[in-house]
């Protein structure tokens, strides 16, 4: 369709993603603060201005504050009878579509922290040069059964996914 403009995915991500994603940020943060102190410290050579700690703490704090909720309203995903869509990012944006006759795989996975938040991620790999589609962030209930979907709508499908 010419001139046709793709669309959001209709699907949002757990709200408990944020939190996930919050504690994340807290915890990269956290690590770029202590090495930088540390690197401050190890090298009194080069002491380091403390408005330049500062100015980092800022940015960090900006960081958790902002990034979470972003990146909240950036993922999504849908599922359709002939492809899976995908948005992702935060900084910047990416929308990715699998058609069904390419899916090779259908995968569930949760992660230490994402169980944490009864959170797991799904990933579609396809035959795809760019690499398989991932949502992140979803309820681990819905995650289970959006892999029982798209394995049953993935083989219903004629093609050898190639």
């Known amino acids: 369709?010419?001139?046709?403009?793709?669309?959001?995915p209709a699907q949002r991500v757990s709200p408990r993603a944020r939190l996930m994603w919050l504690l994340g940020a807290v915890v990269q943060g956290?690590?770029?603060l202590v090495l930088v102190a540390l690197g401050g410290w190890l090298w009194h050579w080069f002491p380091l201005p403390w408005?330049?700690?500062?100015?980092?703490?800022?940015?960090?704090?900006?960081?958790?504050?902002?990034?979470?909720?972003?990146?909240?309203?950036?993922?999504?995903?849908?599922v359709t009878d002939t492809a899976v869509y995908t948005q992702t990012g935060w900084w910047s944006r990416e929308r990715r579509i699998a058609p069904m006759s390419r899916i090779q795989?259908?995968?569930?996975?949760?992660?230490?922290?994402?169980?944490?938040?009864?959170l797991a991620s799904v990933t579609v790999?396809?035959?795809?040069?760019?690499?398989?589609?991932?949502?992140?962030?979803?309820?681990?209930?819905?995650?289970?059964?959006l892999v029982d979907e798209l394995t049953l709508k993935a083989d219903a499908v004629a093609g050898d996914a190639t």
């Open 125 to 145: 790999t396809t035959a795809s040069s760019a690499g398989a589609l991932e949502i992140s962030g979803l309820d681990r209930d819905r995650a289970r059964r």
């Open 105 to 118: 795989t259908v995968d569930h996975a949760e992660g230490a922290v994402a169980r944490l938040f009864g």
């Open 30 to 32: 956290a690590w770029l």
């Open 1 to 8: 369709m010419e001139g046709a403009a793709l669309r959001e």
């Open 51 to 78: 408005w330049v700690f500062a100015a980092l703490a800022a940015v960090v704090a900006a960081y958790v504050v902002v990034m979470p909720t972003w990146r909240y309203r950036t993922h999504r995903w849908e």
